[in-house]
């Protein structure tokens, strides 16, 4: 093996939880199999995913006999926050939980220090440009359930404001919202090992000896989705429930607000306008959230970006809502808009027309309402957004109502990722 090279000799980005972050104070090197909590009761099963802070683990918990979602946080972070925020949500039976549900808390020890551990419900996430081989279809009352979700944290004075998941590059992006698949708990090990088959794994050979702290391999996420396709199928037939997940960087509007860290193409105006002029502290709150929920929202209604270029994003809001606003004057003179276009009221009408033909093709349910929401929420000015409550009653939702979302199939599945 060379000498000259320091460092892991595979890697994969795309696919992975960087593998420099097993370090001191980073992520929990996990083996499949592996038995936490003291005396040991979750034993680890699959990965589920990964963030920025974590990596998270579907694992078998001996003493309620069900399978639940663990997520690991990184050593330097704490979740205690999370956990907390979580805990204002737990709901007794009878209601419809909103918020993905908490179900014990932890600290776990590895060579990279102590790590926090929440063992949650398990869901499977909305990913939008993932390779599972089921893809929920996105109706209107998926949408409503995750405005719902947003109108219930609001309602307690929390603003969330990281709805979209980045991962490692920016090409690569789930939102912060899932379905509940309480299916996945009766499940028995060997059957889910029988059903998803041999684990995909990179191992991990580093040219130093530090390998106390690295996993001896990194796990490929499961597919849950098609686990429960082959393993659960009438799952798809059922009324669905929405959850919101990630309430890491949440915060009680009033308290200070952690630093946000949505990036810049799926931040409201007013935090991208600051971060674009080096105020990463520009405040943020629930009005941030209703404009990144509605970047979700097109994201998942049509599965892309409605902003594509991070140094074209100001511009690219100032279009879509047709107007320049006062404070953003001297910046504009300093950079003119790109082919001297300048934003307008007929100008956003146009691009709003076409997004509207997007929907129509992508299968949108009444592509024109879906514009009109979109465009009540996109409001350049967040006095003017709309709260998540207040959209609840937007003439998009009309006829579906909170305690009436079955009936009919709620979810449809695509093989052809
Ligand atoms: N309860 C769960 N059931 C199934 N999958 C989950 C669950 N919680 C999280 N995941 C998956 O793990 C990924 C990472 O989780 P999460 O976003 O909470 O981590 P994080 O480290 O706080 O990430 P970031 O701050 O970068 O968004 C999610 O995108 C999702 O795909």
Known sequence: MSTDFDGFLFDDIERHETISAYTSGGLCPIQLGCELGSPPRYRIIGKLGYGAYSTVWLAHDHVNKRNVALKIVEAKSSSIKESSMLQRFKVRDTEAPRVIQLLDAFEHTSPNGTHQVLVMEPVLPIDLFGCSEFRPRITREVLRQTVAAVALIHSRGIAHYDMLDVHISEDIHAGNFGMAVPEVEPLSVVDIWNHTGRPEVLATLHTSNKLESFPSYLCTKMDLGGLLLSIAPEFTQRPLSMRILDLGNAYVVGECPPRAITPIIYAAPEVAFGALNNDLDAPWDQRSDIWSL????????????????RHRVLYNMMYYCGEVPDAWRE?????????????????????????????????????AGLVLLLRRMMQLDPAKRPTAAELLRDPYFDGLHEHDAGGVPLLWHVTEN
């Open 331 to 367: 910046y504009v003179r300093a950079k003119p808009f790109p082919g001297g276009v300048v934003p307008g009221p007929a100008h956003a009408d146009g691009l709003w027309k076409e997004k509207e033909k997007q929907f129509f093709w992508c299968g949108v349910e009444n592509p």
């Open 294 to 309: 509605a970047i979700c929202i097109h994201a998942l209604a049509c599965y892309s970006y409605i902003f594509a270029l």
